[in-house]
């Protein structure tokens, strides 16, 4: 039994595989353009996770605390909720990004009419 795919389904996934990140790709572009940071920022890796720590308000030296695991978790988390607040959304917006789907969060916030706010001061109690 042969459970290789055919050569034509193997393309046109691959097609579709790299559409969907081409689509991403400018999605994050918008994001960065809105943001007032470089757009071009978002084909280069790392860089571009430096932007999004950027874009949310926080220092670029939280790029090392991805690298360490389950704390990536939580920094991924807090950097989500202040994209979407920096973006004038609320936090369901950014528990959405979370865990739900990013993939069309990031267009949601790039191609429609969010416009970046900037860093609001955080809220004391």
Known sequence: MNTSMSPAVSIVLGLVYLAV???EIAAYWKVFEKAGRPGWGAIIPIYNLYLVLKVAGRPGWWLILYIIPLVNIIIHIIVSLDV????????AFGFFMVFLLAPIGIPILGFGSAQ?????????Y
């Open 116 to 124: 970046y706010v900037g860093q609001r001061p955080q809220q004391q």
């Open 84 to 91: 979407a607040r920096n973006f004038g959304k609320g936090g």
């Open 21 to 23: 990140v081409i689509f």
